[in-house]
C-alpha cells in the first residue's frame, strides 16, 4: 500500500509592500490589506486552499510587528503555526525555518510554498496544479517551481528556460505541463524579455515553490552549509521555551539570501509546472489599476471622490475628500497622514519614497 502524502503549506507573509506606499506599512502591509477585493490578500490566499489542506496544515512565516494582525485575520490558524522571524533575511531563510516545523511533523511531507500576496483568478486551476506538483515532488524527490505562461514581455520578473520535452523525471506524466528547468533569468530588459517570450521556451518565475521537507533541508545544506548549520542550531530548541532564544541568536548571524539564487540555480533536476490560471504578482500599483473594474472613462475611483476631465486613473482615499480636474494617467492614493502623487507607469519607484523616508528615520510614515 501507498503511503499517503501529508501536504503542508506555508505562507511567506513577512514582507512590507514598499511599493504599495503609502497604504502599506510595516504594521499593515500589502498582504494584509484588501487591495484586491473585499478579503485580504493573505485571507484570500488562505481562503483558496479549502479542500487542499485543512488550517491545521497551514503555517504562516512573519514578523514580530505583524504578528498580532495575522492572527486576528487567520482566526482558524492553530497559534502555534504562526512562525516569527526576528529579522527578515530573504526567503531560504524562511523556507528553511519553516521546513524544519514540517519535518519534525513528516519528514517526507511535501511543503507547498506559497507567497500570500498574489492574486489567483481560476483557482480550481491552481489546485489542480498544485495537486499534480505535489505527486512530482513526492515521487521523484525533486525541487519543483511552478512557471507562469507569460501574455507578454514583462520586465519586472524573473524568468525560467524550460528543456524543450516535457515530461516528469521518470516519463510518468506526460501532457501534464511539468518540465525540466534549463535555467533561471534575472529580471530582464524589454528587447531581452520579448526574446524570451517569442522563444517559447520560458515562463515567468511566479515565486512558488513544493517539495519535500527533507529534501529541502537537504539542498540547503549542499548549497547553503552556512545558513544549514544555523537552522541545525535551532532546531532541537523547536517546541520548547529556548526556541525564541535561539532563534534570535541564529538570526543575529545567518545572511539574507533569496531561495532561487541560494539554492534553485544551484541544484540539478529542477522542474516547473505550467501554470495558467490567472496569475498575478500585484507588485505594483500599475497592476492594481489593471486588474481593476474602470468607468466609461477608464478609471477607478475608491471613496469620496469627485472627478472632472479626469481619465485612465487610479485613485484611492479612505476619508478625506478628493477633488480632479483635467488629470490623466495617474495613481492618487490618499491616506490619514500622507499622499502618493504618481505617474502611471512609474509606480514601480514608489520603494525609492520608501527608502528615502528610512534614511531619513521619519519611521512616522513607515
Not at 70 to 94: D, S, W, Y
Not at 165 to 192: C, I, M, W
Not at 197 to 217: P, T
Not at 236 to 248: D, I, N, Y
Request: charged share 25%; aromatic share 8%; with cysteine.
Amino acid at each position: 500500500m501507498n503511503k499517503a502524502i501529508n501536504v503542508y503549506v506555508v505562507i511567506m507573509a513577512g514582507g512590507i509592500g514598499s511599493r504599495f506606499w503609502p497604504r502599506s506599512r510595516e504594521r499593515s502591509p500589502k498582504q494584509l490589506l484588501e487591495i484586491a477585493g473585499e478579503k485580504t490578500m493573505i485571507q484570500n490566499t488562505v481562503q483558496r486552499l479549502n479542500g487542499f489542506v485543512g488550517p491545521k496544515n497551514i503555517f504562516v512565516v512573519t514578523n514580530k510587528l505583524q504578528k498580532s494582525a495575522v492572527a486576528k485575520q487567520l482566526p482558524t490558524l492553530p497559534a502555534e503555526n504562526i512562525i516569527v522571524e526576528p529579522i527578515g533575511r530573504n526567503t531560504a531563510p524562511c523556507i528553511g525555518l519553516a521546513a524544519m516545523f514540517v519535518h519534525r511533523l513528516d519528514p517526507d511531507g511535501v511543503m507547498v510554498v506559497l507567497p500570500a500576496d498574489h492574486v489567483i483568478r481560476d483557482e480550481k486551476e491552481f489546485l489542480r496544479v498544485m495537486d499534480v506538483g505535489v505527486k512530482v515532488a513526492h515521487e521523484s524527490s525533486a525541487l519543483v517551481t511552478i512557471g507562469i505562461q507569460p501574455t507578454h514581455p514583462e520586465t519586472g520578473y524573473g524568468y525560467i528556460q524550460i528543456v524543450e520535452d516535457e515530461k516528469s523525471k521518470n516519463g510518468a506524466l506526460p501532457g501534464a505541463g511539468v518540465f525540466r528547468v534549463k535555467t533561471f533569468a534575472e529580471k530582464p530588459n524589454l528587447q531581452t524579455a520579448q526574446r524570451f517570450v517569442e522563444s517559447g521556451d520560458f515562463f515567468w518565475n511566479s515565486g512558488m515553490f513544493i517539495w519535500r521537507a527533507d529534501v529541502i533541508l537537504n539542498e540547503i545544506k549542499r548549497s547553503l552549509p552556512e545558513l544549514h548549520g544555523y537552522l541545525m542550531s535551532i532546531e532541537p530548541t523547536l517546541g520548547t521555551s529556548l526556541f525564541e532564544q535561539s532563534l534570535e541568536h541564529a538570526y543575529g548571524m545567518i545572511r539574507g539570501i533569496s531561495i532561487d539564487y541560494g539554492v534553485m540555480e544551484k541544484t540539478e533536476g529542477v522542474y516547473v509546472i505550467r501554470g495558467d490560471f490567472g496569475w498575478n504578482d500585484v507588485g505594483s500599483w500599475d497592476e492594481v489599476y489593471r486588474l481593476a473594474t474602470k468607468d466609461e472613462q477608464g478609471n477607478h475611483l475608491h471613496g469620496r471622490i469627485i472627478s472632472f476631465d479626469t481619465k485612465n486613473s487610479y485613485i484611492h482615499t479612505n476619508d478625506k475628500l478628493v477633488a480632479t480636474v483635467g488629470i490623466d494617467d495617474l495613481i492618487v492614493i490618499n491616506t490619514h497622514d500622507a499622499i502618493l502623487i504618481c505617474k502611471r507607469g512609474a509606480s514601480q519607484d514608489v520603494k525609492e519614497i520608501v527608502d528615502h523616508l528610512r534614511r531619513k528615520q521619519m519611521n512616522e510614515y513607515l
